[in-house]
């Protein structure tokens, strides 16, 4: 393509299966650690490639707060990140806003979304494992969860390493509304970026005993395997993406998901999420869950529409 702009209306003419993904306003929640930084430029280049607004949101928690002089303090602290964030973002053209929030950090953030119509949020994970993040979760987990607009989530560690401009975008399917979901924005930063979209489906051998795995069972879910790469493949098509590889691969999903990000050079894995809540997902979590958590590369997450 000639082009790292999104398709017009009328470049994608008839094309229905094909959903415009436009990043008019991204937020970017920072504190001003290095992580938050990488996330920002990671903003910066989203932002720069759709002409969008990126929002610097600093929160300050009042459970952490004592008095009315520490409040005041720790709000102008955080209204300088807000505003060293933005300058240094306004250097290179990409338009900003800068606010300050009190309220819990994950409320406040998903609250800003909602009230200033972001359509992307792009925040930093630090990975955490253990059973502590099983307790207490992180405030990257959380939006990821309840948020109703797309998350991308960048690692903390070895965040000097960026992985953008994508060539190489990989889309988890198991054919679910909820993995359906994901199809849109991946295809549309394909094209934005001239990148290869990969559809993944990975067919669980741990869920069922060893005795099933032969005849209809298996013959049906691989046919279903196919069918779902199949219709990433023919959306990124009508969509004038350059490239599209699928793959069909047995093994436990979220490990097939981390192994073919290494083996194939991803930059940027875009899967769907069901927003689970509760107990479950303390003690189970779920393969979005488990690849946000452990990806060496961003993953933006799209939630399934309620």
Known sequence: MSSNQP??????GDQTEYCLTMFDDILVPTDGSPCA????????????????????????DPRALENAPQYDQLKEERSEIAERTCAKLSMTGVKTKEAVHTDVPHTAILQYAKDQGI???????????????????????????????PVLTVKAEGCGEVTYPYTDILVPTDGSEGAEAAVGPAVDIAHTYDARVHALSVIDTMAMGVDVWSGAILDALEESAQSAVESI???????????????????????GILSYVEEH????????THGRSGIERYLLGSVTEKTV??????????????
């Open 7 to 12: 398709p017009t209306l009328d470049e994608v």
């Open 37 to 60: 930084e990488v996330a920002a430029e990671y903003a910066e280049d989203l932002a720069t490639r759709y002409d969008a607004t990126v929002h610097a949101l600093c929160v300050v």
């Open 119 to 149: 359509d992307l949020i792009v925040m930093g994970t630090h990975g955490r494992t253990g059973v502590e993040r099983y307790l207490l979760g992180s405030v990257t987990e959380k939006v990821v969860r309840l948020s109703d607009v």
């Open 233 to 255: 493949e023919e959306q990124a098509t009508e969509a004038s993406v350059s490239a599209v590889e699928t793959a069909i691969e047995h093994r436990n999903p979220y490990r």
């Open 265 to 272: 050079d991803i930059d940027l894995v875009v899967m769907g």
């Open 293 to 306: 958590r452990t990806s060496p590369v961003p993953v933006m997450t799209v939630r399934q529409p309620t």
